[in-house]
């Protein structure tokens, strides 16, 4: 039992349904992150989770609890909504503090409660002005000020950054991080940013069709996808997944793929059970990052393959140069460092780090696990 | 160069902008004609009319015509003047304007907010009051009203106004309410607000502007309504305007122009004053929703 249970819980509009046999289990203090494609269902799942959207069948849980039909104020949760959701005829305290009111807290305690948040999120001079009187970073604060205020058991965010700029957005999330650390709440936070779902989270779920495709830790999510879905969806560059064959040679099972040429490279897999795909295409899946130039390869790695492939186009992006290339027929792109030596046109000595491949069954799409 | 055609656009500018003032001045005279005639021939005796001297301005200026108009003309068989009449009007406006323009805001609180089967239906049904002719409705409304006992009352012809009034004001506020952000709604139900206290302490004090075009539209409506008032009114509840009428139509004795014209300015000014002091709001508020904020 968590602290937090999604069991068996699905969501349908009518005859469609949008959200299929969720099943999520969040331990006390832990950052769950919803990502995902717009129309993936990760807003309707939290507004499960907040009461505003009705459970079709299965259960939520909220400290062992069963929250079906409970209203949202009984559930002990708050919410930051992507619009921020300011009341905007109430000044900033008189927002904060409305939660409170509705619960019948005595005046006293409501101020001292919304003293602590203001200075928690430093936001005291602004108790008296109205919303529409700041600026998005500030309407962001005070979103989270409400929020906070009621000192809930679980805290749910809706995109709450996506308003803001790419900077604030950026000083935002570290905010948040520091915030989650220092109160240790628990928090369900949805985003279709991967890179906020990588940072923020400690464990993430991966949502894509209405179904949860992954959920797991970011390391896990990142190093061992459960699909090509989740593979390309998480990262910036996406991984790059390429047709390939496999083919045992010497007892060991290699990965061979075609070059901008149509000449073959073999390249040797670390994983060792892939030898009963021999002779069977697959879907070979490489970050980035793992293709590098030889100095540059990773040293802890046991399984560097080198490979002899043609430059497309260079991108320097100041602290790496994206190399494209042409690997199975399709476009893949390399991560290097600034300084490597690659120019468009020339052939140039990649070496990938094999560890770190991944291969996907080409028919379920699905990663054919070790 | 371009100070010489700086110049010119100035001088053009200056030409066709004294051409624009004069045709709205030519305008605004026009259309104030009515009123001047109104006003002037107010403060008449009554022989300087008669006398032929319609457009002239008083020679002899006297406020008697006003202050008869209000206390003491021949309505009907009485000397009242217009002035109990004029409260009844009061007594059946302000509760049927307020009535009808917080049924409304309801409405559209909750055709907007708390979405059920079959709600756009029913609001199309509701719409579609706002084009029920009048006339179609007096026979059932009298019968109505006999039914429940509010036949010739002031109550009665609250009632009916109310009715016809909330099509209209449902229209306004679900359409104010439709660009108003739900994500607030659910703010203020995870806070703990239940249906009133958000309708209250949300959405009400948000909805200032729709709020006074709502009231101006029924208050100048009903203000004016004659038919509902002629038709449902007693004998004690007469309001202004068919009080209006039998002023001017009394058949006997001479026909007292000018107290016509007071009694007639009299029975305009409430609307006149409505629309000078919320007018601008009035504008506001029909152009609130259409440009997102
Ligand atoms: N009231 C509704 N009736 C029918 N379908 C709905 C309704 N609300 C949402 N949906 C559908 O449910 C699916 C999930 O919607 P949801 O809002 O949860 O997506 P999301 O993952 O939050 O997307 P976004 O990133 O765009 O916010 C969508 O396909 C949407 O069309
Ligand atoms: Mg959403």
Request: proline letters at 5%.
């Amino acid at each position: 039992m968590g602290f937090l249970d999604i069991d068996n819980t699905t969501k349908s509009y009518g005859a469609v349904e949008v959200l299929h046999k969720v099943d999520i289990a969040v331990e006390e203090g832990e950052f769950l992150v919803l990502v995902g494609p717009s129309g993936c269902g990760k807003s309707t799942l939290l507004n499960m989770i907040a009461g505003l959207e009705e459970i079709t069948s299965g259960e939520i849980r909220i400290k062992d609890a069963v929250m079906n039909g409970v209203h949202p104020s009984k559930r002990n949760i708050a919410m930051v909504f992507q619009s921020y959701a300011l009341y905007p005829n109430m000044t900033v305290g008189q927002n904060i503090t409305f939660g409170l009111e509705m619960h019948n807290v005595p005046k006293p305690q409501r101020d001292k409660a919304m003293k602590d948040v203001a200075n928690l999120l430093q936001i005291e001079p602004l108790l008296d002005r109205k919303p529409g009187a700041l600026s998005g970073g500030q309407r962001q604060r005070v979103a989270m000020g409400r929020a906070l205020v009621r000192n809930p058991d679980v805290f749910l965010f809706d995109e709450p950054l996506s308003n803001l700029d790419a900077k604030l957005r950026v000083d935002m999330r570290t905010e948040i991080k520091k915030l989650h650390q220092k109160l240790g709440t628990t928090i369900v936070y949805v985003t279709h940013d991967q890179i906020e779902a990588m940072t923020l989270s400690t464990r993430i779920a991966v949502m894509f069709g209405g179904y949860v495709q992954q959920l797991g830790t970011p390391q896990e999510i990142y190093d061992t996808p459960a699909n090509i879905f989740v593979a390309t969806f998480m990262g910036s560059p996406a991984m790059n997944v390429v047709p390939a064959k496999v083919v045992v040679e010497n007892g060991r099972p290699m990965a061979h793929v075609a070059l901008h040429d149509g000449t073959i490279a073999s390249l040797p897999f670390s994983q060792d059970n892939l030898a009963e795909w021999d002779g069977k295409d697959i879907m070979l899946g490489i970050r980035p990052e793992t293709i590098t130039d030889e100095d540059a390869a990773d040293r802890k790695s046991e399984n560097i393959a080198q490979m002899t492939n043609r430059i497309v186009v260079t991108e320097p992006a100041g602290s790496d140069t994206f190399v494209t290339m042409t690997l199975g027929g399709r476009d893949v792109i390399a991560r290097m460092r600034s300084d490597a030596n690659v120019r468009a046109g020339k052939d140039f000595q990649f070496a990938v780090n094999m560890e770190k491949a991944v291969a996907f069954d080409p028919k379920t799409e699905n990663r054919i696990a070790p | 160069m371009s100070i010489a055609s700086q110049d010119t656009a100035i001088r053009t500018g200056r030409v066709t902008r004294m051409l624009i003032y004069l045709v709205l001045l030519l305008f605004a005279l026009f259309y104030m004609l009515p009123l001047y005639v109104m006003v002037v021939n107010s403060v008449k005796p009554l022989d300087e009319i008669t006398g032929g001297g319609m457009m002239n301005l008083p020679q002899v200026l006297t406020f008697e015509p006003w202050a008869k108009a209000w206390s003491s003309a021949q309505i009907g068989v009485e000397p009242t003047g217009l002035s109990p009449y004029f409260w009844n009007s009061i007594k059946m406006v302000v509760p049927a304007v307020a009535i009808s323009t917080v049924l409304g805001a309801l409405n559209g609180y909750v055709l907007t907010k708390w979405r059920f089967k079959y709600d756009t239906i029913v609001f199309g049904l509701i719409l579609f009051a706002c084009f029920i002719p009048f006339q179609i409705v007096l026979i059932p409304m009298a019968k109505m009203l006999g039914l429940m006992g509010l036949a010739g009352t002031t109550s009665g012809l609250v009632l009916v106004h109310v009715v016809y009034g909330v099509g209209f004001t449902t229209l306004y506020f679900r359409n104010y309410y439709a660009v108003f952000p739900t994500e607030l709604i659910r703010a203020a139900q995870i806070d703990g607000a239940g249906f009133f206290r958000i309708f209250w302490r949300i959405l009400l004090p948000s909805s200032g502007p729709i709020a006074v075009v709502s009231i101006i539209w029924q208050f100048t409506n009903i203000w004016n309504d004659f038919l509902f008032g002629a038709s449902f009114a007693g004998a004690d509840s007469q309001p202004m305007t068919v009080a209006l009428n039998n002023l001017v139509q009394a058949s006997h004795g001479v026909k007292e122009y000018n107290v016509h014209f007071a009694g007639a300015i009299l029975a305009a000014l409430p609307t006149l004053l409505v629309y000078i002091v919320a007018g601008r709001y009035f504008v506001r508020g029909l152009m609130a929703g259409s440009v997102k904020g």
